[in-house]
């Protein structure tokens, strides 16, 4: 049995990708913050980086809560997308 298998990684996989989203919502509102208590600009080098963590947290974290360890799976690919041989006969 692999690790991402067990019941435990299952749960803890979950509750971290439920972090993650807490973390972006954090992030979302403190930029949200900044952007309105400012007047109009260009962006600065926090709210990038406040963007970026939001962005990052976000997708992660659903990833982990609503695909969870089957995100670790096999799966079958298709011989078109397989690596191709092409220069074999050109020797």
């Not at 971290?16 to 919502?25: D, N, S, T």
Request: proline share 1%.
């Amino acid at each position: 049995m692999k690790w991402h298998e067990t019941q435990a990684a299952n749960m803890c996989l979950r509750l971290a990708g439920a972090i993650l989203v807490g973390l972006a919502m954090l992030a979302v509102s403190h930029l949200h913050a900044i952007a309105h208590s400012t007047s109009a600009h260009e962006a600065s080098a926090v709210m990038m980086f406040l963007a970026a963590v939001t962005f990052w947290c976000g997708s992660v974290g659903s990833a982990l809560v609503i695909v969870g360890p089957k995100l670790w799976d096999t799966v079958q690919v298709s011989q078109r997308w397989q690596k191709a041989d092409r220069y074999k006969d050109q020797g």
